[in-house]
């Protein structure tokens, strides 16, 4: 077995690791946008339920963590398909020059300088991630479209809410002053001469 033979299994082998790496992920992914829209929508019914503003806020901050948290997500899909299709680049090249290029200095060239060219090492190969990044993944409709709607809805909900609050009625009670009898209600005095005694 020459070094190039032993380049490519490492390579199979990295290719499978990685294959299993995006169903992990493509896993997550939508476990988190599930948990995601549970936890939005379970905010606003008890918010709408119980006329708290706050909840609809909190709507809209949750479903901004958990786009940011997808949208990691979604980029590290982005990193590990990146690497899979090079990875399949150099399976190729090495397949031919053993295939219908056999013989050929020019395939065999290509291959090896492939293999050998390679970094192996999956996590080795992602670039940093900065928020910045978030701008380019996909897919485009979670991303600029359906996060947005949450937040959105969420804030609107709680600006709803805010402008629909039921004040409290104020608390009214009789005081006697230099005039008489008196009806002070939520800071506000009214003043007359028939107002009721209040015994205690």
């Known amino acids: 077995m020459t070094n190039d033979d032993t380049l490519l299994i490492a390579v199979q082998a990295e290719y499978k690791r990685t294959g299993e790496f995006i169903d992990g992920i493509t896993t997550a992914s939508a476990t988190v946008r599930g948990l995601g829209v549970t936890i939005w929508l379970a905010l606003l019914g008890v918010a709408f339920d119980r ?3 706050e909840l609809g806020v909190l709507a809209a901050i949750t479903a901004t963590i958990f786009w940011l948290i997808d949208g990691y997500h979604a980029w590290l899909y982005g990193e590990a398909f990146r690497a899979a299709l090079e990875l399949e680049l150099i399976q190729a090249a090495a397949y031919a020059a053993k295939g219908r290029l056999a013989g050929q200095a020019r395939g065999e060239l290509e291959a090896r300088a492939r293999l050998q060219a390679h970094q192996f090492g999956l996590y080795r190969n992602f670039k940093r991630f900065r928020l910045k990044d978030l701008r380019y993944v996909r897919p485009y409709v979670f991303f600029r479209l359906f996060y947005p709607f949450l937040v959105a809805v969420g804030a609107a909900a709680a600006i709803f809410l805010a402008a629909h609050q039921s004040k409290p009625s104020p608390t009214c009670k009789v005081v006697s002053g ?8 939520g800071g506000v005095v009214i003043v007359g001469s028939r107002l009721p005694v209040v015994r205690h």
């Open 51 to 53: 006329s708290l503003w």
């Open 178 to 185: 230099t005039h008489g009898r008196a009806l002070e209600c």
